[in-house]
């Protein structure tokens, strides 16, 4: 599997490409269940801040993978030692955060299958 990620910061364009990254796709019970039994567990929520006015998983922290370096820049600030359980809306984006955080030296990153919008557990709103 290749993922391509366009970033664009202060006019520079670029392309990273991941190739054989292994992230693990879960489906909504599988992640839920995996999450509730890992005491080492961060919730990242990928989508835009009008993306989580709609509602949010609770406990979630916030980076909008479309800031491109800007997200990078803060995914790297990350302690790279939790387990990490990604969502975005569908899954595509979280997939993409999940390849570029396994480049960045996460060897934990898990993705929700079907993302936010197939999201049937608890929902929470941020502040």
Not at 18 to 41: K, R
Not at 88 to 93: A, F, I, M, Q
């Amino acid at each position: 599997m290749t993922f391509y990620f366009f970033l664009s910061s202060l006019g520079e364009n670029k392309y990273l490409c991941f190739s054989n990254i292994n992230t693990m796709n879960l489906a909504q019970q599988d992640w839920v269940d995996q999450l509730t039994a890992d005491t080492n567990a961060v919730i990242l929520d990928v989508r835009t801040a009008e993306e989580c006015s709609e509602g949010i998983i609770p406990n979630a922290i916030n980076i909008d993978i479309y800031k491109g370096q800007g997200f990078i820049a803060e995914v790297d600030t990350l302690d790279k030692t939790k387990q990490y359980y990604v969502y975005c809306k569908s899954g595509g984006r979280s997939a993409q955060a999940c390849a570029v955080m396994n480049q960045l030296g996460f060897e934990n990153t898990f993705n929700l299958e079907g993302g936010f919008s197939q999201w049937q557990g608890e929902v929470g709103f941020p502040l």
